[in-house]
């Protein structure tokens, strides 16, 4: 499966973006898709995820300001009072695990998508 992120950008503190990650139909009604974001210098985190049932799961440090959806073609990460330390390349990855925030369950990956807060 091919992924694509798009919509990451400059921000100013406090405002809002939203990252699409497009895929062919087939991803959505079989997989696990998820966000994670790599800071510079820092691991890859785990951000949400939405599995085929359209169940939803998020880290503790965006729950409330992030959510996330899915359409038949893309997985949706919207991204609201944004902060310095949300600055990172954000990833949308698939794989068969519902739910799953371990990078090692995903069998696929897109590119990211630069996302910079300024302060």
């Known amino acids: 499966e091919r992924l694509v992120e798009s919509g990451g950008g400059l921000v100013q503190a406090g405002g809002s973006l939203t990252l699409s990650c497009a895929a062919s139909r087939r991803t959505f009604n079989y997989y696990n898709v998820g966000w994670f974001r790599q800071a510079s210098g820092k691991e890859r985190e785990f951000v949400a995820a939405?599995?085929?049932?359209?169940k939803t799961y998020f880290a503790n440090s965006i729950l409330g300001r992030f959510t996330i959806s899915r359409d038949d073609f893309s997985v949706y990460l919207w991204m609201t009072a944004l902060g310095p330390e949300d600055t990172a390349v954000y990833y949308c990855?698939?794989?068969?695990?519902?739910?799953?925030?371990?990078?090692?369950?995903?069998?696929?990956w897109g590119q990211g998508t630069q996302v910079t807060v300024s302060s």
């Open positions: 939405i599995d085929w049932n359209a």
């Open positions: 990855a698939a794989g068969r695990v519902a739910g799953t925030r371990q990078t090692g369950d995903y069998e696929y």
